[in-house]
């Protein structure tokens, strides 16, 4: 069986293929490993392998791992759905957010970021499938949001984060996720910092590099099945 480091390596070489074979940079994806249910143990095990950046969908869990592992360079991304009284803990500990649907949330979050942290990175997670069962606010109702959240003092509006309905089907995938990026392009062009398109995991992130995605957020392959 493959160590982590063995297959950060693998993870990392797809990566840059897909984004060379689009005629991109392979340094313009950045690699999320998603390290919810994986205990302190692996993410230091990818931290040394030359992982930095790791994505947690639970509160709890991830501030037991963030307070296990006081390594430099570590940034902690919370990349699940938001309830209002984990804000604080996630304004306290985390340097990105990539799943704010609201602006209640994003009104929680600035205030409560400590301001020696200086501004929390968010993403706003769209509901690109338009799926009942996941979080995310409606493609069409995205720029106001931004609107309403930008001028937030503790907060960084830096992009879009979706997460679409499973698919096979490259071309469909690529299809769901264009709409997104486009949006995303519009929105760049009043709002310079959103640089970020948080799209593509690991059925559909050959897909999404594709279409624009900046980070791509992959578990199991790096991993292993969760425990």
């Given at each position: ?96 957010v990539h ?33 009942d069962s ?69 059925s559909d ?23």
């Amino acid at each position: 069986m493959a160590s982590i480091a063995e297959n950060i390596s693998a993870v990392r070489e797809e990566i840059g293929k897909a984004a060379v074979g689009c005629g991109r940079p392979a340094a313009s994806v950045s690699l999320l490993a998603v390290s919810k249910t994986q205990g302190p143990d692996k993410v230091r095990e990818a931290y040394a392998a030359g992982q930095r950046d790791f994505g947690e969908n639970y509160v709890q869990e991830a501030l037991s791992k963030i307070s296990a592992l006081p390594l430099p360079g570590l940034c902690w991304h919370f990349i699940g759905p938001i309830q209002s009284n984990k804000t604080r803990e996630i304004a306290e500990h985390f340097q990105w957010v990539h799943s704010v649907d609201r602006l209640k949330i994003a009104q929680r979050l600035s205030a409560q970021r400590p301001a020696n942290l200086g501004p929390l990175n968010i993403c706003i997670q769209v509901n690109i499938s338009e799926e009942d069962s996941k979080s995310g606010v409606a493609l069409a109702e995205v720029a106001d949001l931004c609107e309403a959240i930008n001028g937030l003092e503790n907060i960084c509006l830096r992009g879009l984060m979706a997460i679409p309905a499973p698919s096979d089907d490259i071309e469909q995938q690529r299809l769901t996720f264009r709409p997104l990026a486009q949006l995303l392009q519009r929105l760049a062009a009043k709002y310079p910092q959103m640089d970020t398109l948080s799209i593509g995991m690991s059925s559909d992130y050959a897909a999404a590099i594709a279409e624009g995605s900046t980070i791509v957020r992959i578990g199991s392959a790096i991993f292993g099945a969760r425990s």
